[in-house]
């Protein structure tokens, strides 16, 4: 079994790589394990967007800038996402058992400098989608 991956968030180009935040390599002539991550990022940027897109249009709210404290924001993403969930299930879909993640932890905010465990943390994960473990079947024509 692979030694455990942290959890990250998924961003684009227009991000700072850091421990925290998973971004696609840049440049054209990219090896083969590096256009696989470019390209599972790119599907998993594109299904958090439909979701959110989902969201967005039932709830109104967050159509625009939620422009209130980060407590409050945190709190009216939960309340839209239970109401989803809530009418979800009112109307006869059936929600499977919600995805319970432990050991998340609230991120630490600093000064991070792009280093060396940066760059080599989002190599593990590229190492990681071409492994036997973590590949699929049908990637190779993706890219």
Known sequence: M???MPFVFVA????????HVLRPYSGKCLTVKKRVLNYKLSRARRNIECSFGILANKWRILHRPL???????EDIIKVCCVLHNFVRDRDGFQI??????EGLHDLEYGNEVRSQK??????KF???FVSEEGALPWQMDRI
């Open 2 to 4: 692979a030694e455990p």
């Open 126 to 128: 590229a190492d990681y």
């Open 96 to 101: 499977e058992d919600t995805l319970t993640i």
């Open 12 to 19: 684009d180009e227009g991000f700072g790589l850091s421990t």
């Open 67 to 73: 422009n209130v404290d980060l407590t409050l924001c």
């Open 118 to 123: 940066v760059i080599k943390l989002r190599d």
